[in-house]
């Protein structure tokens, strides 16, 4: 395996590390039922995308 010649600076590191961090998840609210879905995706609840059914959920309670 190759080895870095030479030590990397703090600035170097830091500006590396500065992508690491995490990022809340970003929920909207669907419009047809209210309830938090991720963007541009189906609501797991409803099954609506846009407006649309898009897919039959049944009902789980």
């Given at each position: 395996?190759?080895?870095?010649?030479?030590?990397h600076?703090?600035?170097?590191?830091?500006?590396?590390?500065?992508?690491?961090?995490?990022?809340?998840?970003?929920?909207?609210?669907?419009?047809?039922?209210?309830?938090?879905?991720?963007?541009?995706?189906?609501?797991?609840?409803?099954?609506?995308?846009?407006?649309?059914?898009?897919?039959?959920?049944?009902d789980?309670?």
């Amino acid at each position: 395996m190759p080895n870095p010649v030479k030590r990397h600076s703090r600035t170097r590191r830091n500006m590396r590390r500065a992508h690491d961090f995490l990022t809340a998840v970003q929920a909207s609210a669907c419009p047809q039922c209210g309830k938090f879905k991720l963007p541009h995706r189906v609501c797991p609840y409803c099954g609506t995308y846009k407006g649309r059914a898009v897919i039959k959920v049944e009902d789980l309670a």
